[in-house]
């Protein structure tokens, strides 16, 4: 017989949510503590506690096929959802990580396009320089990425 020995975790698990009723029912409450898992709840009238979840809820809501009206059926929303999680991590540039595709970042393919993209501006910025009022873009990697960070980051990266 096999025996896995599970070492426990050096930090409780955290579900944060917002402050919905369902996430701070009893129940609920209840059987996160069974679980170990401590819960987490945005400030009241706060909507950047979860920076990164609003990013994506606005990126969605504005993508030019946004279900407005709700969908017919369970099978239409993830038809939907899976359609705008392809179009995010393999279509859509972002600006946070020099305008790659998440794909792209996580197969590591985009220092070759930010090198790429370097080397063009800065031979268009000789064969016009009087186009050019400073200096090209920056088309370095961003090795670290968060959204409303605050000043002990901004400061140490």
């Known amino acids: 017989m096999l025996v896995v020995k599970k070492e426990p975790h050096p930090k409780p698990l955290v579900l944060h949510s917002d402050n919905g009723s369902p996430m701070k029912g009893s129940d609920m409450l209840q059987t996160m503590h069974n679980l170990g898992v401590v819960s987490s709840f945005n400030r009241p009238r706060v909507s950047n506690d979860n920076a990164y979840a609003e990013?994506?809820?606005r990126t969605c809501k504005y993508r030019p096929n946004y279900p407005y009206k709700g969908f017919t059926d369970l099978m239409q929303a993830r038809a939907w959802v899976l359609s705008f999680v392809?179009?995010?991590n393999q279509v859509h540039r972002h600006s946070g990580i020099q305008f790659v595709t998440?794909?792209?970042?996580?197969e590591g393919k985009d220092q070759?396009?930010?090198e790429n993209r370097k080397a063009v501006y800065e031979k268009a910025r000789l064969s016009n320089p009087r186009r050019w009022t400073g200096q090209t873009r920056n088309w370095n990697r961003i090795e670290r990425v968060w959204?409303?960070?605050d000043n002990n980051q901004m400061l140490n990266h």
């Open 55 to 57: 990013s994506i809820f």
């Open 86 to 88: 392809t179009w995010y």
């Open 102 to 106: 998440p794909q792209v970042r996580h």
């Open 147 to 149: 959204l409303n960070p």
């Open 112 to 114: 070759a396009i930010l």
